[in-house]
């Protein structure tokens, strides 16, 4: 490549020149998380702009507003690429009472040719509002899962709903298609803060927010298997931890299999290092498919890495913590279901005084 060139941002993003964006971070004497904080932008974002990554063309109207410059002087390359993907855009609808403020990490593709981008939104008539929209896009797909995908897509508000209030489960404000049902919006409110999984890019967790947060994890499992549904997914890309008591919340209700007599149908499966054995395979499963998914996910957060299933002990083996935690976290990730606690009550009466 020339060495004039100037780089291209993939998915209609723009670059923000980091050296003169820290240039005047340092002379408003804050640091760049808080800069982030006053902005009002998320520091998963302000960690993109740090590695050179593209963002959103409105994340640089909210700086450059905030730094009292024009959008063009923060800018790499004053190109803005339109399009998540060239021949089907990802925009809010304009029905909506939002407006797209920045992406959220990365758009995902599923094995079953799913696309969805997951976006913070900002209210038209509010402002100072947001809410955590995520924008699938179902062009792609075959007629039946075009219409299977459709299902899964309700059962998030209907979780939501179920629980409305409890500190761990997500608020849903709507669910709705545009551009004739190519695009589906689930739109929650916003949760200040970042994923799990953005936390443990940095390492692990230290050990009181460990403790936290994954007692709170499985107060929401409780919740929802109180009410047969099972969460299926867990993973660290699907729970939030807010800002700034650093407290979990499991959100994406899309892959939940409810028993209450709701229609299930089996899924087009991705690589999931979280995922219990017997979800790809079995029709009849129970909560301890979620216990499992609890203990991978202990099991990052608190050495960093995820193993290879049937490795955590060896994994865990230099971490200090109690014997009794230690015991209920490799009980959980049993490889036969059978030999997992037999609910969520007893891992959580295990951890009960763990501090």
């Known amino acids: 490549m020339p060495k004039n060139r100037k780089r291209k941002p993939a998915n209609g993003l723009v670059l923000i020149d980091h050296g003169l964006l820290k240039s005047a971070i340092l002379d408003l004497g804050l640091s760049e998380t808080a800069f982030a904080v006053k902005v009002g932008i998320s520091t998963h974002t302000m960690d993109r702009i740090r590695r050179g990554e593209g963002v959103r063309a409105g994340v640089v109207k909210v700086i450059a507003k905030f730094l009292n410059v024009k959008p063009t002087d923060l800018l790499k390359t004053e190109q803005i690429w339109t399009g998540y993907h060239q021949s089907a855009r990802l925009h809010c609808p304009k029905h909506s009472e939002w407006d797209a403020d920045e992406e959220i990490g990365d758009p995902i593709e599923r094995a079953n040719g799913l696309r969805y981008q997951v976006f913070r939104l900002r209210h038209r008539q509010m402002p100072e509002r947001f809410a955590r929209g ?25 979780v939501c709903q179920k629980f409305r209030g409890h500190p761990q489960i997500p608020v849903n404000l709507g669910v709705f298609p545009e551009n004739g049902g190519k695009i589906w919006w689930v739109i929650d409110d916003w949760t200040p803060g970042h994923t799990l999984a953005a936390a443990l890019q940095v390492g692990p967790l230290q050990s009181d927010t460990l403790s936290a947060v994954m007692k709170q994890i499985a107060e929401g499992l409780r919740a929802i298997h109180g009410l047969a549904i099972i969460r299926r997914e867990l993973a660290p890309w699907n729970v939030l931890i807010r800002e700034p008591e650093n407290s979990a919340v499991l959100t994406d209700f899309e892959q939940c299999r409810l028993l209450d007599g709701s229609p299930t149908v089996s899924p087009t499966w991705a690589e999931d290092p979280y995922r219990a054995p017997e979800v790809e395979t079995s029709t009849r499963l129970d909560g301890r498919a979620d216990l499992f998914s609890w203990g991978r996910v202990f099991v990052h957060a608190a050495t960093g890495r995820i193993p290879g299933m049937g490795k955590e002990a060896e994994e865990m083996h230099s971490l200090h913590l109690p014997a009794s935690i230690r015991e209920i976290v490799l009980r959980c990730v049993a490889l036969p279901y059978y030999e997992r606690p037999a609910s969520i009550d007893v891992v959580l009466a295990s951890i009960a005084d763990w501090k």
């Open 134 to 158: 995520k924008c699938y896009q179902l062009d792609r797909l075959a007629t039946a899962e075009d219409q299977r995908v459709r299902a899964l897509l309700l059962r998030h508000p209907r």
